[in-house]
């Protein structure tokens, strides 16, 4: 008896869990698709840009920090991200790490000095972004949910014939 309540409490935690992962990478696309939406394109002056090596789960991995500069309505902002931010916490951060060869790519790029389109937030001219795509991260929080549900499924399937075998 004791062993059906846990199974029940597991799959129920794993389902809940699973739902808001899903629902927390949905939100982070929405949230950046309406933020990609309601942009407008600016020129932005890069400043610096430098490939910085990070080390995360014992892999090298390499983040372009580009830096730039630009105005609106006079007055002069600061920024250095990349794509939009998906979620309000992130966007003083929005690192976005990939390979040495990518990294590069974007310097040569967003070279220091050259004038190139950007893009920011009307309501918010402090948030700007280097172009319109999305952070990886939100894509990692669905494809994680996602994959919960199916050990979500897969655990009440196999509780049903477990129960359906014991009966």
Same mark, same amino acid.
């Given at each position: 008896?004791?062993?059906?309540?846990?199974?029940?409490?597991?799959?129920?935690?794993? #389902?809940?869990?699973?739902?808001?992962?899903?629902?927390?990478?949905?939100?982070?696309?929405?949230?950046?698709?309406?933020?990609?939406?309601?942009?407008?394109?600016?020129?932005?002056?890069?400043?610096?840009s430098?490939?910085?090596?990070?080390?995360?789960?014992?892999?090298?991995?390499?983040?372009?920090?580009?830096?730039?500069?630009?105005?609106?309505?006079?007055?002069?902002?600061?920024?250095?991200?990349?794509?939009a931010?998906?979620?309000?916490?992130?966007?003083?951060?929005?690192?976005?790490? #990939?390979?040495?060869?990518?990294?590069s790519?974007?310097?040569?790029?967003?070279?220091?000095?050259?004038?190139?389109?950007?893009?920011?937030?009307?309501?918010?001219?402090?948030?700007?972004?280097?172009?319109?795509?999305?952070?990886?991260?939100?894509?990692?929080?669905?494809?994680?949910?996602?994959?919960?549900?199916?050990?979500?499924?897969? #655990?009440?399937?196999?509780?049903k014939?477990?129960?359906?075998?014991?009966?």
């Amino acid at each position: 008896m004791r062993r059906k309540y846990l199974q029940f409490f597991g799959l129920t935690f794993l #389902g809940i869990l699973s739902l808001l992962m899903a629902s927390f990478g949905a939100l982070g696309y929405w949230t950046e698709h309406n933020e990609m939406k309601a942009s407008k394109p600016i020129p932005v002056k890069v400043l610096s840009s430098q490939l910085t090596p990070l080390t995360q789960g014992g892999h090298l991995r390499y983040t372009a920090d580009i830096r730039y500069t630009y105005s609106v309505k006079g007055k002069p902002y600061y920024g250095n991200q990349l794509v939009a931010p998906p979620w309000p916490t992130l966007k003083q951060d929005n690192t976005i790490t #990939g390979s040495n060869q990518w990294a590069s790519h974007l310097l040569q790029q967003y070279k220091a000095g050259s004038v190139l389109t950007g893009f920011y937030l009307s309501k918010e001219p402090a948030i700007s972004f280097l172009t319109k795509g999305y952070h990886p991260a939100t894509f990692r929080f669905m494809e994680l949910g996602g994959l919960f549900i199916v050990f979500f499924a897969v #655990g009440l399937c196999l509780r049903k014939f477990l129960l359906a075998k014991t009966a």
